[in-house]
């Protein structure tokens, strides 16, 4: 059986199990057709006050034998540079609601200590606040996205704190953070009203959110005329993280009727792989096959929590002016043993990497919506970027998928159309592959496969339209088994690697490994 995909769609029809020699894959991407662009803020971060995520994991301080640049981790800003971060989220997460800003600027000595009862009750010292986090986003390059707290602060705290970080002229509050270090004024790039205002955030009823939603978009504004213009500071309200629609329909009804005095350019969702439910169970080292597959099933739900959520914003808002920020996504698994579970702490193995590209084909496949993404989280917490133990320090196999994505930042989505096989494995059906291809301003195209088989290796014919392929470059990342991971001590075992690929008359034939992720780079 051989029926193509549309452009941009995935179909499952070939089988494939150990053993049985698989149909090779055939890909067909037209150059000639460009979609929407991926906005390179779907490669996003956050970076919660949870478990060792910023304190160990990024703040050390000054006097810290780590070295530091004024007392940020410089591993951990080197290796962050080379993902081009283009955002960060901060301070949470539930984090968010429970945090006022003015406990974490001044003199560090001075600061209040405070309880994270958001995370595990542990003493929050306060020492990485507002500056240290803007210090943190200079050094590696990126732009903040700040979540206000809704939940247990006031619209007038939420100004004062926009106030303090981004007003030019010389307020009292400009003045402090003068005094404080800084006199010029940060940019802040996006601005969440809230987080989970339905749980953690408050408990609060659509409704109930939607009023305070507009009372926090009309007063907590960016102070800075620069800024001011439009698309400078987008704000982000509140959506669900269940595929209910309820939430979303609140939040877009208000937004339809919206005047001069508020508005928001975005709404938030959240979706985990949890493939057991709450509380996550899957193992995050030493599992096998079935977690594997179960996992990769979870997260291929995206695609049908993303397209129930449209739906809703297609009816108010069809020319798609509201964007969704999946601003929480990512493998939840159980607690490594031995450590604090409110500390959210999991290995990260080619399991994920694999999960990491499929939610971001995904996104890239609803790049007319989805314009922002953030990984949860960056580092020591969840399926992190980096992992840490005092001067220990590990790049993971999700690092090294959103290194290999760089080239997809703000680059025009191509279709590809293609049969993308069919992997059972035990009760569990999922497509054998993936793929993805767009253009980057310098002309090249990038185009991506996963191979989600497990065991066996894919070949891939891949006929380019609209251009002429003259040379072919791939890399590609796997592991030696579904749970092969990275540790301090074998930093190696999941890196990417070069891949031979062939090129005649525009057709290109490569084999993936088995649980792969390979990114091909074509040149005019
Ligand atoms: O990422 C961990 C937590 O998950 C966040 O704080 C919260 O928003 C979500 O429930």
Redesign the pocket.
Known sequence: MQRLALAFGLMATAISAPGLAAENIHLSIDASKPGPKIDRNIFGQ?A?N?GHGLYEGIWVGPDSSIPNTRGIRNDVVAALRDLKVPNVRWP?????DQYHWRKGIGPRDKRPATVNS??GDVIDTNAFGTDEFMDFIQQIDSTPYVSVNVGSGTPQEAAEWLEYMTAAAPTALAKERAENGHPEPYKVGFLGIG??SW???GAMTPDYYVSLMKVFSRFVLNMNPAQREKGQMLKIAVGP?TPDTEWTEAVMKAWKKHTWAWDINGVSL?W?TVPNGWPPSTKSEGFGLDDYTKSLKSTLFMDEFLRKHEAVMDKYDPEKKVTISVD?WGA?HAPLSGSNPAF?VQQNSIRDAVLASLNLNIFARHADRVRMANI??MIN??QAMILTDKEKFVLTPTYYVFKMYVPFQDATSIPVAFDAGVYTQGSVTLPRTDAIAARSADGKLWLEITNLDAENPATIEAAVNGMAAKSARAETLTGAAVDSINTFDAPNAVVPKPATIKIQNGRLSLTVEPRSVTVVSIEP
């Open positions: 956050f919660e949870l949470g997460g539930c984090f968010a958001a995370w987080n989970e749980d953690c955030g993280s959240h985990y929480e939840w959210l949860a989280q917490v969840l």
